[in-house]
């Protein structure tokens, strides 16, 4: 047999992919106000349909999920009618997509959320970080910690969204955990301070993740669900110090559900990964048992080299993508890439979106 490559073909959970060169998650701010995706949007995705999955932008669950401005949301059924679109597309072009859950919890600004409500989080620490409004970059809002009795309306909220997903035509849903939203911040220890079961131990830390998970799977069965963590990711200020304890944990969890896949950001672009930090993504990656799709800054020979060598099911490539829509194809035939402009990243119109050309 011959060894698996970036253009081989295969089964991740119950979606067969035709080449592990995924498009990774892109937030793109060009939304509608209220959430629904624009006609463009749909333009988009079907351009990176030979990806062998979209995972698409983050997107958000609740009113109260949000917290930048024009992301799309899931959570009504004019949200899902225009993803029906988006999805109708990709799968017209045999591509596959699962759509990323998301809530952001404290990362968020009262001028994005409904009159009168506050960011909620594990516990009423605001985030030494910024997020993007009409104004432009502001610092976040303070948050209020979410109590005990909303939790289970919080998980609901996952699984009706997930619900929406299969109405959409999605593949699967990807639970987003990492950089520093919602269930990112119940698992660091700097933002949930909480003394219920949801606080303290490294299993109640975990422990909303997991519900998460079980409810979504529930809804559209573990096959067609992943998840996206990043155990060194200290983006939105997060602390990291303990995720040799916690992320080993997490991942036995996980790896018992037998989920879809499990997606890691291994690196941020622009910041260099610590030694320490480089030994212990390659430890949690090589114990994982299920697929696994590795991200950040990934080129073709080191995507080539991490699913030859199978410590991978595939690499879940970003920025290439926002200006390479035939990506896969670039790569097969050793065609350059073109570098994106990173001024068009977030907002704006069909400049710097649907107007990257293929070149095959
Ligand atoms: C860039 C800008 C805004 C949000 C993430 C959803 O980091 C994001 C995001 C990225 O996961």
Not at 315 to 323: E, F, L, N, T
Request: net charge negative; with cysteine.
């Amino acid at each position: 047999m011959s060894p698996t490559s970036l253009f081989s073909e295969g089964n991740i959970g119950a979606t067969q992919v035709k080449n592990r060169v995924f498009m990774a998650p892109l937030t793109r701010n060009r939304a509608q106000a209220d959430g629904t995706p624009k006609a463009m949007a749909t333009e988009y995705y079907k351009q990176r349909a030979t990806a062998g999955l979209i995972i698409t932008e983050a997107t958000q669950i609740s009113p109260l999920g949000k917290g930048y401005l024009d992301t799309p949301g899931l959570y009504n059924e004019t949200h899902a009618e225009a993803w029906k679109a988006i999805t109708s597309a990709v799968h017209q072009q045999n591509g596959k997509i699962f759509i990323q859950l998301w809530h952001v919890g404290r990362i968020s600004h009262l001028s994005l959320l409904p009159k009168g409500e506050q960011p909620i989080a594990p516990s009423a620490i605001r985030a030494n970080s910024q997020t993007f409004t009409e104004k432009g970059f502001e610092d976040t809002s303070d948050p209020r910690a979410i109590k005990s009795e909303e939790i289970p309306s919080l998980i609901e909220q996952y699984r009706s969204a997930t619900r929406l997903a299969k109405s959409a035509g999605f593949d699967g849903v990807e639970v987003h955990g990492a950089n520093g939203y919602l269930l990112n911040q119940f698992i660091a220890s700097n933002c949930n301070k909480r003394t219920d079961a949801y606080g303290g131990t490294i299993e109640n830390r975990s422990r909303l993740l997991l519900e998460v998970i079980d409810a979504v799977s529930n809804e559209i069965g573990a096959e067609k669900v992943g998840v996206r963590l990043s155990p060194i990711g200290q983006f939105n200020d997060i602390d990291v110090s303990d995720s040799s304890e916690i992320y080993p944990y997490i991942y036995k969890e996980l790896e018992n559900r037998k989920l879809a896949y499990l997606h890691v950001v291994e690196a941020f672009p622009g910041a260099d990964v610590p030694e320490a930090h480089k030994t212990l993504i390659e430890n949690l990656r090589s114990s994982f048992k299920g697929n696994y799709i590795a991200n950040g800054g990934y080129d073709k020979d080191r995507g080539q080299d991490i699913v030859n060598s199978g410590l991978a099911f595939a690499v879940a490539y970003g920025r290439p993508y926002i200006s390479n829509p035939d990506l896969p194809a670039r790569f097969d035939k050793g065609i350059a890439l073109t570098e994106p402009d990173q001024s068009t990243f977030y907002g704006g119109n069909e400049t710097g979106y649907t107007d990257y050309p293929a070149a095959t």
